[in-house]
């Protein structure tokens, strides 16, 4: 059945109307905000968007035109006109082409379809982009104040991040699908970042490193007058035994020294040098750990021939009360034996290995002692 022109022209009518509010729909909708702030920005893509709904409205302005003059026609019972208008070449395009009010309506139809899916990509790309910008900006913020607060602000990799940053913001006004420098920001962000904790973890370990250095050295010191005089008094009281060992030579006084070095290293931190105090640290400790090792090994060498005569003079002692306590404190084996072994460890110098010899045929002498008592 053969549609009356006026059925024809309600039905293009609707389309427009159709055309009309997908259009409308369009051009409000919040994504086309980002997309025209990229299309002004130089984004091309963004502009071909842009340009495309221009070219749509252009045409829905065509489509609408041709309906209301149909309809007028139609009114007015115009009828080559009305064929015309319900024909093929309705209506002529800008570039000289022609086509029918029904393809014009498709045509802007098919435009707003093509176009939905390039705006919600940019769009999307956009928000995207904005979102990770803000995140930046955020983070470089913090980053520059915390930068600023230990001194650091002029740091290669806080000026890099400075640069990072500018950058990204002019590529994402260009381009936010972009995401080249992006990316280049955030390993700037993550290089600031490691920087900035790099730093802040040396200004509280440094000071306190400083402190256990000194602890330390004054504990080498320590040490180190221990035994020395542990030295002496063995020479003085033992005299010559094996395993001396002279201790560490500490330079007092001396720029090589550890005491002057950390000086020196407590100078770099107070005048905000930490990396080279950090770094001298490392150094100093090494040495500091072998120097107090060597001072603890000479102490304990030096300190044991008079910890030995000690040692032997109270075996000494505990065998004369066990002597006495088996009857045998008038032996005069016993007595000859004690008297040697006594009168070289309270002698000055102790003849060390003379004593241990004395002291252990005292001991046994007790022991055969004893013995002999228990068989009977």
Known sequence: M?????DVAQGLGAAASEVAAALYTLDNAPDM?????QADGGNPAAAAVISSLGLAWERYALLTDAVDRLDTAISARRGPEIDVLLGPAAVQLPDGTTLGVAQLADDVRLRVQQIEPRLTALAGAAREAVAKLDAAQVATHDLVARAGAIGAADDVEITALAAALDRAITAVSR???QSADLADLDQAVADALHRVEALEHQQRAVPAALAEAAAQVAEIEALVERAADALALTRTKVGPSPGLVNPPDLQAGSDRSLRAWLIRLQAQAEAGELEAAAAGLTGWKAAADA?????RRAEAANAAP????????GLLDA?????AALGRDEDGHLARLHAAAREVLYSAPCALQTA???VREYVNAVNDRGRDQERR
Do not use: G
């Open 2 to 6: 053969t549609r009356s022109p006026a």
């Open 33 to 37: 905000v980002f997309v025209r702030t």
């Open 175 to 177: 381009d936010p699908a």
């Open 291 to 295: 120097c107090l090792a060597e001072a």
């Open 306 to 313: 008079l910890a030995r005569r000690n040692e032997l003079r």
């Open 319 to 323: 065998y004369r009360a066990k002597a």
């Open 356 to 358: 241990e010899v004395n």
